[in-house]
């Protein structure tokens, strides 16, 4: 992460669609917007995450939309992000000249802007460059018709309640069509220009003046390092954990505290189809393991935010928690097939989540991690959260003994391993809140049950013959998630140990771990799965390994730092959604752990 920028082309093919790892990703709290290496930004929902997505060409790139920022003339680029930012920086190198642009979400004063706002600066650095911008928006996939719409104050845009209006500075040439602005720009050595695009959904626009999107260019770099200067890290790896940190800081949405599992939706997990999901929403389990990382580095607000979301999101549906809500709390919608090609054709494209409605038992371990991690911080928990946590660790004494879809959001029930330990962490640290006073009632028989279940673990879920914990009772085969329960705290013993090994042997491919047996026939490798690998290693005394696989795997990284979900072990190319919360926090846990030698995990 340290090392400088490459200079590389874009990998665009014929048919409009870029490699995945292509991307880098700016954001203001409320959406992200991805920008490929040539420029253009591919995906913007406005004005959420989970909103349509106005500029969609990344699933559809006849009619998906997009902002286009390139020379006339064929160049190359090097990029990186501002140092302690997620603004981006990419230095455009063609036979005319060199020119920078700075892309940024603009955020305001007092943080978040109430309208979104993209400033794209662009400096002449040597010679003379002609540089064109496209403003196209597109269908929304497929659910609406954009359209230029002249107005006193000049052409709009608009598509699906949102309203948009370009910006600018220096062009020499602007061009409004039906559904589209086109501008030019003439870009000489000392120049300053911009581009830029505001948009509000169902409210008036706000129309700033260009030069002050320009100068928010500059308050929205000096606002993301005012928050990585609170940021308290002097570990191991730190550019990369830094980076990691500041990719998560894109993923949750400031206005709830909550955190969604990527920015996108529908990016495959294999090249032939079938494996596609919307993956802009807020799981339990992604919460969990971002306020250990979030604690840790000391980052307060958001860390009160996204634990207050939650509990009030489970007050308001509960008491049985779901897997995942939307940012605003409720559930997601049932997933609608889009009529659009999808990346390089690969279908379908889908908006909403079928897990709304699965039992998943590892959500009961995943929320009481976080209210134990929150109270051990020196927090204190309210009455009616205090009561609403008892009610659903009584829940989880019945529930561990039901089939589940499993972590993995599997459509067939079993009695998988890794759900029963949901259960059994859950009942374990509800003793530990009801011990210190900040959860009611008598825990003795949530001791019990979660007794009774590390007894039917050890007694069900263990093969001798491949000396490794099964991925449900009567198989032989294998599911990594396992391995999230050395961190846990289940087993961190000589079984555990023998476990990795055994995972390794079967789901291996280089650094990297499929999810569980059968999944290379379906998919690529976890990229989570590796940095758990490398976390439980540390934790059942395997330094050096830890240490070695850490490195291998941070080569996964595309240029600018980011991970997707999936990885195709054979050319290190980037499949599903991204950025990925639980690859980077996965990421950050295995330093943490590797860095306190075992004592930081969660």
């Not at 052409?155 to 220096?170: F, H």
């Not at 509000?200 to 626009?205: I, R, S």
């Not at 009610?391 to 972590?407: E, F, Q, V």
């Not at 291998?552 to 240029?559: A, C, P, S, V, W």
């Amino acid at each position: 992460m340290s090392t400088p920028p490459t200079t590389v082309s874009s990998s665009r093919d014929a048919d409009g669609y870029c490699d995945l790892e292509d991307y880098a990703a700016i954001g203001d709290g409320r959406t992200v917007a991805l920008v490929a290496r040539d420029g253009r930004i591919d995906w913007l929902p406005l004005p959420d995450m989970d909103s349509a997505p106005v500029f969609a060409a990344i699933l559809d790139h006849v009619n998906g939309g997009y902002i286009g920022l390139a020379p006339d003339e064929p160049f190359t680029v090097q990029r990186r992000y501002v140092e302690g930012t997620n603004v981006l920086q990419t230095d455009v190198i063609c036979a005319s000249g060199r020119v920078r642009v700075t892309d940024s979400m603009n955020t305001g004063v007092a943080g978040r802007l109430p309208w979104v706002e993209v400033g794209r600066r662009i400096e002449g650095l040597e010679g003379s460059v002609r540089v064109r911008a496209e403003v196209r928006p597109g269908t929304c996939l497929n659910t609406a018709s954009p359209y230029v719409a002249d107005t006193e104050l000049g052409a709009v845009l608009r598509a699906d309640n949102v309203t948009m209006a370009v910006r600018e500075i220096g062009a020499s040439e602007v061009r409004v069509g039906d559904d589209r602005i086109d501008l030019d720009y003439q870009v000489a050595e000392g120049d300053r220009f911009l581009l830029a695009l505001v948009a509000t959904h169902g409210e008036p626009l706000f129309l700033p003046l260009p030069e002050d999107v320009d100068t928010g260019i500059d308050r929205t770099i000096a606002n993301w390092r005012t928050w990585s200067d609170v940021f308290q890290w002097q570990g191991r790896w730190e550019d990369d954990v830094r980076r990691s940190a500041l990719a998560l800081k894109l993923l949750l949405h400031s206005p709830s505290g909550a955190m969604v599992a990527a920015a996108t939706t529908s990016l495959p997990e294999n090249r032939t189809g079938g494996r596609n999901w919307d993956y802009r929403y807020a799981w339990v389990r992604d919460s969990a393991y971002a306020l250990t990382a979030l604690f840790r580095f000391g980052l307060r607000e958001e860390t009160h935010a996204a634990i207050s979301w939650l509990l009030a999101t489970i007050r308001q549906d509960g008491p049985e928690p779901h897997v995942v809500y939307r940012v605003d709390g409720t559930p997601p919608p049932d997933p609608v097939e889009r009529d659009v090609p999808g990346w390089r054709g690969v279908s379908p494209v889908v908006a909403g989540n079928q897990a709304r409605s699965q039992l998943q038992l590892g959500v009961y371990g995943d929320l009481f991690s976080i209210i134990a991690l929150y109270v051990d911080q020196g927090n204190l928990l309210d009455t009616g959260t205090a009561r609403t946590l008892a009610a659903i660790a009584d829940l989880a004494c019945d529930r561990w003994r039901s089939p589940d879809s499993g972590m993995w959001e599997l459509t067939e029930l079993r009695h998988y391993t890794t759900s029963k330990l949901g259960c059994w962490q859950a009942l374990t640290q509800a003793v530990h809140l009801a011990e210190i006073g900040q959860v009611p009632g008598d825990p003795s028989r949530w001791r019990s049950e979660a007794q009774h279940i590390r007894d039917w673990v050890e007694q069900n879920c263990w093969s001798e013959r491949k000396q490794a914990y099964v991925w449900y009772p009567g198989t032989e085969e294998l599911d990594a998630s396992i391995l999230l329960h050395a961190i846990s705290g289940f087993d961190r013993g000589e079984r555990m140990s023998t476990t990795i090994d055994a995972l390794r042997r079967e789901l291996g491919a280089g650094p990297h771990l499929y999810r569980f047996s059968g999944a290379h026939e379906i998919e690529g490798a976890f990229v989570a799965c590796g940095f758990w690998s490398v976390s439980a290693l540390e934790l059942v005394g395997r330094h050096q390994e830890a240490e070695s696989l850490m490195e291998q795997l941070l080569q996964t990284q595309n240029d600018v730092g980011l991970l997707a979900e999936i990885v195709d072990p054979g050319d290190g190319s980037f499949l599903g959604n991204l950025p990925q919360a639980l690859s980077h926090l996965a990421l950050i846990n295995a330093a943490i752990t590797v860095s306190d030698d075992g004592h930081g995990a969660a």
